[in-house]
């Protein structure tokens, strides 16, 4: 059975830092293209990070670029978003994804960014920055 569980989120001032953990289930982990989307109220949802398992080749919004940093650990098939200098516009429910066993990126397409590409998703974490 296909699983995604998010786990991480909180509550943190601005300028401080959370940890996001995305845990797959194995077919849904390997050779896959898994990504971090938000969505703030009354905001559409937005891409964040995406990560390819086979290879780790990393893609991020300009809007984190530099503080989010998004990594695997193979063993635990777990995908992370590391978040530093975190500010009250990242305050949003946080959500993983996973593609249907495709790449993040095809021929200059940007699939990670798009939300109709991936096949699975979590229930989500809320993270909460306040100034």
């Known amino acids: 059975q296909v699983q995604l569980v998010e786990s991480g989120g909180g509550s943190v001032q601005a300028g401080g830092s959370l940890r996001l953990s995305c845990a797959a289930s194995g077919s849904t982990y390997s050779s896959n293209c898994l990504g971090w989307f938000r969505q703030a109220p009354g905001k559409e949802r937005e891409e964040v990070a995406a990560?390819?398992?086979?290879?780790?080749?990393?893609y991020y919004a300009d809007s984190v670029r530099g503080r989010f940093t998004i990594s695997q650990d193979n063993a635990r098939n777990t995908v992370y978003l590391q978040m530093n200098s975190l500010k009250p516009e990242d305050t949003a429910m946080y959500y993983c994804?996973?593609?249907?066993?495709?790449?993040?990126?095809?021929?200059?397409?940007?699939?990670?960014?798009?939300?109709?590409?991936?096949?699975?998703w979590g229930q989500g974490t809320q993270v909460t920055v306040s100034s």
């Open positions: 994804a996973a593609r249907g066993g495709g790449v993040c990126l095809l021929f200059g397409r940007r699939l990670w960014e798009r939300g109709d590409a991936y096949k699975y």
């Open positions: 990560i390819y398992t086979s290879g780790g080749s990393t």
